[in-house]
């Protein structure tokens, strides 16, 4: 029996309603650099608005129905983990084949290199929530030295301590 993960801890959320037109791809860009940027997000900031901005535009340019709006939330996990949701009122989600001289599905590949992963799902309500979901960093406790010696001084175990600068 495989032992489940441990729970991902949830250290920020934010959403924010948009109206379906081009404009919003822009005001979605400002919103998301200064969000992650308030938080301090150590991932990289200029793929997550491109993420974001991508996915807002999907939303915008192939799901407008009169009277609904999309919905951006960006959630940072521990370790620096991000998920970007885009929710809209459509309940299909068509993948654009990529046209070679065209502009046509270029932009989910772009968000398919970026994260670690792409996924969507139905929304109970009403509509389907796209999800791109950047891996947490698993580095941040990296120890350069795993294997010190106890009783080591001054250099790595079983390597002579490195002589004094010159004064």
């Known amino acids: 029996m495989p032992t489940p993960e441990p729970p ?6 934010w959403s924010m309603g948009y109206p379906m037109t081009l404009r919003s791809v822009r005001l979605a860009r400002l919103h998301v650099r200064r969000r992650l940027t308030m938080w301090q997000w150590a991932g990289d900031i200029d793929d997550a608005v491109l993420v974001a901005s991508e996915l ?3 939303a915008v340019r192939h799901a407008r129905v009169v009277g609904h709006e999309l919905w951006l939330r960006l959630a940072e996990l521990e370790h620096d983990g991000l998920v970007v949701d885009v929710s809209d009122p459509l ?31 139905l929304r109970a ?3 389907k929530t796209v999800r791109a979901r950047f891996a947490p960093n698993l580095n941040l406790n990296l120890n350069l030295n795993p294997h010190p ?6 250099g790595t175990a079983g390597c002579p301590a490195a002589p004094p600068l010159p004064s």
């Open 8 to 13: 991902t801890l949830l250290t920020h959320d």
């Open 56 to 58: 807002v535009a999907n």
């Open 91 to 121: 309940r299909v989600f068509s993948e654009a084949d990529v046209e070679p001289d065209g502009e046509g599905g270029r932009g989910l590949l772009v968000v398919r290199h970026l994260t670690a992963e792409l996924d969507w799902f």
């Open 125 to 127: 309500d009403v509509g």
């Open 149 to 154: 010696h106890p009783h080591a001084r001054g």
